[in-house]
């Protein structure tokens, strides 16, 4: 008899956005005339860089012909793309991190989900909350968590994100002893963003306590303000304690496309069960090589459009476009006399309901004005009476949506 992993059984049913999009399905079949615009999940609307169109025909012209054609390629990634991503993404902006610490993959929900098979099973791990689900459902399904009682699983340390802490995670207690931290900055879901100091104190933290922090930076193209980091290795010390994902997903619109990238810096230290030292980076390179066969070579073509003059134009276009959406829902909402954070640097934006139940003020926004939201509580406890708006659309759509909401909330 197959039987399953038990773990499975204590996720809830579905995944927040498969949970999500089944109710704008339900709705869309109930009402079939009525004209839905996606503010929920973070999916981009806008086509790919042009620089990344032509960087992507190149790359599959190669693979018609047998001399230039490609099998698989080398485990970590092209060089030519890694090469690129350390200048410009790092090395350029003051942070140390070599093409061979880079790990490309076919994105951050798989890597920030996949991270976690490297530890021990009773490692104590910290978790924001409101998050990103993958953080924590991936712990779940490894077993690292007991039940979920009152909206959290048991085994957990939640930092706690609210309103009276500016959604900023406070460090454990000293004798809370974490191993290991998942940090997300600017924040999915609330949009915040952490200062330099903010972050040499996780840094800091674990280093004295021997932790590792898993460092989800897929929405730094969004920081604008230069004295906040882009990086986790802007940070002194970070190299030996952190990992850092990113993502060109909503950098350069590759949601559809998959590429992003993982780094494991050379310095980074997990211990055995004897306490011996052993390094992070080869555990994460063999796990890639067991499990993951590259990214296709015409996508690691694409990206590396992203790194050129034309590309770096384009795409800095392309979030300046959604960072403007995002303006236009801040003040709109706030006119509405919403009190909200987040997309200054980001493109979500986190509103407080009044008071509201988080899945209510889906509802009422979805059967009122037509306006698909992302509500807080999905992403935790601390997210119930919150919504998430995502600046993903179009211009028209969002001053289409703003405008509707303007009418069923006044
Ligand atoms: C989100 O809406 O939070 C993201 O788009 C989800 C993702 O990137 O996987």
Not at 128 to 155: C, K
Request: with cysteine; hydrophobic share 35%.
């Amino acid at each position: 008899m197959i039987r399953i992993n038990q773990n499975y059984t204590k996720l809830k049913a579905s995944y927040l956005f498969s949970d999500i999009a089944k109710r704008v399905a339900k709705y869309q079949e109930e009402n079939p005339g009525a004209d839905i615009i996606r503010l929920g999940i973070g999916d981009v609307t806008k086509p790919l860089p042009d620089a990344c169109i032509r960087g992507f025909q190149n790359g599959v012209s190669e693979m018609a012909s047998e001399d230039t054609f490609r099998g698989y390629g080398p485990e970590q990634g092209y060089a030519f793309l890694r090469e690129k991503i350390a200048a410009v993404d790092f090395q350029e902006k003051g942070a140390d991190v070599a093409p061979d610490e880079i790990f490309v993959s076919d994105g951050a929900k798989c890597d920030t989900g996949n991270f976690q098979e490297l530890f021990a099973q009773d490692i104590n791990i910290a978790i924001p909350d409101p998050v990103y689900p993958v953080y924590l459902d991936t712990n779940v399904m490894a077993g690292r968590t007991g039940e979920f009682i009152d909206g959290r699983y048991e085994g957990i340390k939640y930092l706690e994100c609210k309103k009276e802490n500016n959604f900023l995670p406070a460090l454990p207690d000293k004798n809370e002893s974490i191993d290991l931290i998942y940090l997300c900055f600017p924040n999915n879901p609330t949009g915040t963003t952490i200062t330099k100091d903010g972050l040499k104190q996780w840094v800091d933290y674990a280093k004295e306590n021997s932790a590792l922090i898993l460092f989800d930076a897929a929405y730094e193209a969004f920081v604008r303000d230069s004295d906040i980091p882009r990086s986790i290795y802007e940070i002194e010390g970070a190299r030996e304690v952190a990992v850092e994902f990113r993502s060109f997903s909503k950098t350069a619109g590759f949601t559809g496309t998959r590429c992003g990238y993982t780094v494991v810096p050379k310095e980074c230290r997990v211990y055995d069960e004897n306490g011996d030292e052993t390094m992070l980076h080869p555990l994460w390179n063999r796990r890639q090589s067991t499990k993951f066969n590259g990214v296709s070579y015409p996508v690691q073509k694409a990206a590396e459009a992203i790194y050129s003059e034309e590309g770096r134009i384009q795409t800095n276009a392309l979030v300046s476009y959604y960072l403007k959406n995002a303006e236009l829902v801040r003040m709109a909402m706030t006119d509405l006399g919403f009190d909200l954070v987040g997309g200054d640097n980001s493109p979500y934006i986190w509103i407080d309901g009044k008071g509201r139940d988080s899945w209510e003020f889906f509802d009422l926004l979805l059967t009122k004005a037509g306006v698909v939201c992302t509500p807080g509580a999905g992403f935790g406890k601390c997210g119930q009476g919150y919504i998430r708006i995502s600046a993903f659309n179009s211009r028209e759509n969002v001053e289409k949506a703003m405008e509707r909401m303007g009418d069923a909330l006044k």
